[in-house]
């Protein structure tokens, strides 16, 4: 392991004492909120405005229709089209358009994801996958909401496979019109925000089939088609058909559906052609050769999705979190040493509960913010290559299933925190618990999108082994084995164990060290990697079948690889955000909270670190007990932590943590002292004689 560094002077003259540690709230406030920070305060002051908040309990009908006014505000009056070209009333600023989105989530949930759906999906794929000619004829009333849009993409019997979708888009050259079917009901389209009641029109993804006459049909893979769905009045547009999803989960704001078309008929012109097109005559053409590379191209436009989900799950963590810290330094619970009752914040259980969690928001904010400016990057054209955009599209999918379950597990935990008060709907934790459920599971479910992260890993280790013949593969595979007796012995084991001599002190410095984190978290990435690469190596010369059993066999070794890659992501995202702080103290603070994210991360899969000689026993426990030294170190710091986060009373919108528990617990204390001090208080029954 990596011998300890020396932190600056000026850090461990701090280290003495937490409570003498104070952070610099407004400027972390401000870091956090990156680049974008204009724009978040502005996007947050309408979240902030009643106007577009939830009234929870609302009525389905009433909230679907109080969310559709709310967008179309937005469009008339919120700068909500930046990422847009200019000429159409947009900024061409998609890094700052997500950016503003994602704060939509402290108004209503429901509000930020028909956004998303307009012109996150609907719009979007418009002006990404269509070309000049479409622009100008959709995207001005889409992006208006004059015509409110679905996307079109998911079936009932196909979720996260859309290769496989049933729907189909057959080429009528006599006509020069597609026609679009779906020929059986697990083709339907399903869960479209949208398709229930308000939209008009959508963007529907088929099958584009082409027949030349005395030749057999070729399907030429999935595209996109702008469809009509409904008249003015909300008929269905001839050949087209659908069901509302009903009362939902969460999100009720959204009218979801499902959509079935029986040979409906589109122009030729409807198909959205930028990566492929059919001639009058029914010639199929496209400037990427390869259907496979063609179709994850048309795929990848649309990764905004999951980078905004990402953003959103991190905003909806931080506000449980102000909720239930602010909570828990206010209510009293259980007498303590003196008169007064212990505030809960106080207890080490809770700090155990809501600490690690407030770590790993921090974690996930930095990553976050690494994530869009990689996303500006390649849609602002600046970093537009092959290699960006699968970048992009492997970092989206590896933060967006990390961020979102997150999200989850942090909200509920915070809705147990607060007791029977965090049960209320009033404060916000189960609404926003209900909300933010389907996340997991829409734009990718997290399980697929981890194996597709999972795939790419695989695949950079191939291609870093370079190899050029057996020997090479012969000779990796020995050092492999090599490498994993020499950890699987005792030796590492009593290496660590000697360099400690017995003293916890030394186990700690080792573990509290930058460099040795990182080689921590980094070696359990790549050993599960090239263990993988192994395992799946017969899979080259089995048949098809034999070689998809293999790898269902490794399903969960290529998800849990997947998961260490992201927590890896996220640690570095945090340390290179670390580095930018410049105020001592928050810098002393910030470093406690990346180091308590890193070890609860190596505590997690202490069981693979010991399996796999990576750890002593000693230097295991000492994980733990450090741990809980720094939650002892940062509890003074829990309130000036979520307070950064900047969430103000008019978006957290929960009783509990407006300052009303502290006046109650204010009155309560009061009163107890003022009959102490008169006399008046009754006798304890065990002290009376």
């Avoid at 003015?232 to 078309?261: M, Q, T």
């Avoid at 029986?262 to 492929?276: A, C, I, K, Q, W």
């Avoid at 916000?428 to 618990?433: F, I, S, T």
Wanted: charged share 20%; proline share 4%; with cysteine.
């Amino acid at each position: 392991m990596t011998a300890i560094t020396d932190r600056p002077a000026s850090l461990e003259a701090l280290v003495n004492d937490p409570r003498d540690v104070r952070i610099d709230v407004q400027a972390l406030a401000d870091q956090l909120l990156g680049p974008y920070a204009q724009l978040r305060r502005e996007a947050r002051a309408v979240a902030g405005n009643p106007d577009f908040q939830k009234i929870e309990g609302q009525p389905l009908a009433e909230h679907r229709e109080r969310v559709l006014h709310q967008l179309r505000e937005l469009a008339a009056h919120h700068d909500v089209l930046r990422a847009f070209p200019s000429h159409l009333g947009g900024a061409d600023d998609h890094g700052g358009s997500l950016s503003r989105f994602e704060e939509l989530v402290a108004g209503d949930p429901s509000l930020q994801i028909k956004a998303g759906v307009q012109w996150g999906l609907f719009a979007s794929a418009i002006l990404h996958l269509g070309t000049a000619d479409h622009h100008e004829r959709f995207l001005p009333t889409a992006m208006s909401v004059e015509v409110p849009g679905a996307f079109a993409m998911t079936e009932t019997g196909h979720g996260s496979d859309v290769a496989s979708i049933g729907t189909t888009a057959t080429y009528d050259a006599a006509t020069q019109e597609f026609v679009i079917h779906t020929p059986f009901r697990a083709a339907w389209k399903d869960y479209l925000g949208n398709a229930g009641q308000h939209g008009t029109a959508a963007v529907v993804f088929a099958q584009l089939v082409t027949a030349a006459p005395d030749q057999p049909a070729v399907n030429h893979g999935v595209h996109a088609f702008y469809v009509t769905i409904r008249d003015e009045s909300g008929a269905w547009a001839p050949g087209v058909g659908g069901e509302d999803d009903g009362l939902k989960g969460g999100l009720n704001g959204i009218d979801n559906g499902r959509l079935h078309f029986d040979h409906v008929r589109v122009p030729r012109t409807s198909l959205l052609n930028r990566y492929g097109d059919v001639a009058v005559d029914g010639t199929y053409s496209s400037s990427i050769s390869s259907p496979g590379r063609r179709f994850f191209t048309m795929l990848g436009t649309l990764v905004q999705g999951r980078v905004s989900l990402d953003g959103a799950a991190a905003n909806a963590s931080k506000m449980a979190l102000a909720i239930a810290v602010t909570y828990a330094n206010q209510r009293r619970q259980f007498a303590g040493a003196g008169s007064d009752e212990v505030v809960l914040m106080d207890y080490g259980q809770h700090q155990r509960r809501l600490l690690p969690l407030l770590a790993e928001t921090y974690a996930t904010t930095f990553a976050h913010e690494e994530l869009l400016a990689a996303f500006d990057s390649v849609f602002s054209g600046r970093g537009d290559t092959p290699e960006g955009r699968e970048d992009l599209e492997t970092l989206a999918a590896t933060l967006k299933p990390t961020s979102t379950w997150h999200a989850m597990n942090t909200i509920q935990t915070a809705r147990e925190a607060c007791g029977g008060a965090g049960y209320l709907a009033e404060n916000r934790l189960v609404g926003l618990h209900q909300d933010m459920d389907v996340y997991v599971t829409f734009e990718g479910d997290n399980t697929v999108l981890y194996q597709l992260v999972a795939k790419r890993l695989l695949t950079d280790y191939a291609r870093s082994l370079k190899v050029t013949g057996a020997g090479d593969v012969a000779r990796h595979v020995a050092g492999r084995a090599a490498d994993a007796a020499m950890h699987r012995t005792p030796l590492i084991r009593a290496v660590q164990t000697l360099a400690d001599a017995g003293d916890a002190r030394r186990s700690v410095g080792q573990l509290r060290d930058e460099a040795s984190q990182r080689e921590l978290l980094t070696d359990r990435v790549e050993s599960m990697v090239a263990d993988l690469a192994n395992s799946l190596r017969p899979a080259r010369k089995m048949a098809p079948a034999e070689a998809a059993a293999l790898f269902n066999a490794h399903q969960h070794e290529l998800i849990e690889a997947a998961r260490a890659h992201a927590e890896r992501v996220q640690w570095e995202a945090f340390t290179r955000g670390l580095a930018q702080v410049s105020d001592p103290a928050t810098k002393q603070v910030l470093t406690w909270v990346r180091d308590l994210f890193g070890l609860q991360v190596i505590e997690r899969h202490l069981a693979w670190y010991l399996i796999n000689g990576r750890l002593s026993a000693g230097r295991a426990r000492t994980v733990t007990s450090y741990i809980d030294r720094l939650l002892v170190r940062l509890r003074p710091h829990a309130q000036d932590l979520v307070d950064a986060f900047g969430y103000g009373p008019e978006h957290l919108r929960a009783p509990i943590a407006s300052g009303a528990e502290q006046d109650r617990q204010d009155e309560a204390r009061a009163y107890y002292r003022a009959q102490r001090a008169s006399g008046d208080a009754p006798v304890p029954e065990k002290h009376h004689r």
